[in-house]
């Protein structure tokens, strides 16, 4: 299945203007008068998605995840189903549509976020789902109006924009209505689904940290962004540091997940210089790492270490991947349980090959000196060179 990549999460919207949360009406519990006022002002003259779209690439992302629509209810696309969209603001143009051409244009795949807590939709209020705050009325809570709506505005998206790639629901409802996922698949018979909509979907999708554990069984994308407090543009935003988004990477991609990192262009259209640095920095090691976190399996042969390092091994194309998602604590890394010794072994970090040793060690325990069985060890790996990083092996046995 075409699926275990890299994306771009691209939350945008005229949430932007707050420059402080994509949910900054509920969160900053700011009147709707003066939320009401952003359409009239919105005019990103920087807007420029062929920009996002080759930077995206640049970083080796094969995706980019766009809102829609998010939980303010306004939207980003020439819907003919609420005038609360960007065609009627000054820059009165379809942002995705244009997104969607520059991604055709590129060879980037396009997904769409579709928020389900609408707050300004009269009948979206669900008082089974959480996200319901800033309802503007939730006495008119009319679940089957809604989801009509919710279904011509899915047609329009999944008709006008070309091929999308996966659909991003937001915020579970709750409730079960196999017809909505239906009427996307008829609509576009290769969409892959997420699971907080109106039914399971094809995948899940953890959120922020997500511990080590066995490969994922379902097929899962996690989500994470730059910024550590929202997902909108934040003007005071804290950011993660880059070992940390490195890390969290590989950790996933090994587990055999896909992989959205976040960025919250400001209201210009623009990415913010600090999200720049850090998703250029992602892209430096990801491409480094040569496809290595792509469509894998599990390795199927058991491996032990002579000392334990958090690492998890895949196997592509005939060849091993040890992920040392937390980096390497020292400059080798030794193997006791093994397939047979190995032909060759490259540290992807730097592109080199590394030395292979396989000898009997004497290992020390509390009674005496023992020697244990030939141990396989890959040596001189320059790990210190690398200090902000994941490491990988590649090893051919
Ligand atoms: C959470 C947040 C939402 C954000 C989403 C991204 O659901 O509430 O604002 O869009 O995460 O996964």
Known sequence: ????????FIHWGIFAMTEHHEQALARA????????????????????????????????????CFTTKHHDGFCMWDTKETDYNIMNTPFKKDALKMLADACKKHGMKLSLYYSNPDWHHENA????????????????ADSVKYREF?????????????????????????????????LCRKLQPNI???NRGYDDGDFDTPERDVPEGERFRKMTEACESVGEQA??????????????????????????????????????????????????????????????????????????????????????????????????????????KYPSVPKKAVFLNSGKEVGIRYETLPMHTNEDFIAVDPVVSF????????????MVLEVEF
């Open 125 to 140: 209020y669900n008082e089974k789902a959480s996200h319901q705050w800033k309802s503007r009325y939730p006495e008119r």
């Open 379 to 390: 040596i001189d790996i320059p790990c210190n060179d690398y200090p902000d990083e994941p």
């Open 29 to 64: 519990d700011m009147s709707f008068d003066v939320y009401d006022e952003f359409p009239k002002s919105f005019n990103p003259k920087k807007y420029n998605p062929e920009k996002w779209v080759k930077f995206a690439k640049k970083c080796g992302m094969k995706y980019i």
């Open 192 to 194: 892959l689904i997420n």
């Open 231 to 336: 997902w909108g543009y934040r003007k005071n935003e804290d950011y993660m540091s880059i070992r940390y988004l490195k890390c969290s990477i590989d950790k996933v991609m090994a587990m055999g997940g896909s992989y959205l990192l976040n960025v919250g262009p400001k209201v210009d259209g623009t990415f913010p210089k600090q999200a720049i640095n850090s998703l250029r920095a992602v892209g430096d090691w990801y491409n480094r790492m040569n496809g290595a976190l792509e469509e894998h399996e599990k390795s199927d042969f058991e491996f032990e270490f002579l000392f334990k390092n958090p690492c998890i091994v895949t196997q592509k194309n005939g060849k091993k991947y040890f992920h040392f998602y937390n980096g390497l604590r020292s400059n080798a890394v030794n193997l006791i």
């Open 150 to 182: 919710i279904k011509r505005q899915i047609t329009e998206l999944l008709t006008n924009y070309g091929e999308i790639y996966t659909l991003f629901w937001d915020i579970s409802p709750e409730m079960i209505d196999k017809s909505i996922n239906q």
């Open 1 to 8: 299945m075409d699926y275990n990549k890299l994306g771009m």
